[in-house]
């Protein structure tokens, strides 16, 4: 549980979850093709790492197959299942719609010139980028169904902290 959540006096303005169907998919094919694997050979039982493998493949199907947004009036929260990004109104120096198509899908990490930057995509939704002040990134993107919607929210909530 973050700061912004245990806060009692934040309240919840905006919330959306976007299931991925290529994240499912490719978790599902992967976990397919090793039960496959694991139970085809005649003669010889699956040993311990192969459940333990099939157990990760499952839960990181699960934990990757939604994206959660959430804006409350402290700021915003962006993840898949265990992997979240926080962000107080503070923090955020600027916010724009992200016109640059995605190269990837669910958490992308990159450096360059010394500036970090992590995206919560998902495959062919539009995204939102937000300028990070104060933390370890300098930039956050994230995809969204309703990217004027969240942007006017992310306008508002900026303009707060002023």
């Not at 839960?59 to 929260?77: D, E, Q």
């Not at 190269?103 to 937000?130: E, T």
Request: with cysteine; hydrophobic share 45%; charged share 15%.
């Amino acid at each position: 549980m973050n700061v912004l959540a245990k806060n009692k006096q934040t309240r919840i303005v905006y919330e959306e979850s976007l299931l991925s169907v290529v994240n499912v998919g490719a978790f599902a094919i992967i976990t397919l093709v090793l039960l496959y694997a694991m139970f085809s050979q005649s003669g010889a039982s699956p040993g311990f790492l192969s459940y333990l493998l099939l157990g990760f493949m499952i839960l990181a199907g699960v934990n990757f197959s939604k994206l959660s947004i959430l804006i409350t009036t402290g700021g915003i929260i962006v993840g898949f299942g265990f992997f979240k990004q926080a962000l107080s109104w503070n923090q955020i120096s600027s916010c724009s719609i992200d016109r640059v198509p995605s190269v990837g899908w669910l958490i992308q990490m990159s450096a360059r010139q010394g500036k970090h930057q992590v995206g919560y995509h998902v495959f062919g939704k539009p995204k939102i980028k937000l300028g990070v002040q104060g933390t370890w990134i300098s930039e956050l993107s994230f995809s969204t169904n309703h990217p004027d919607h969240v942007l006017e929210l992310l306008t508002k909530g900026e303009s707060k902290k002023r």
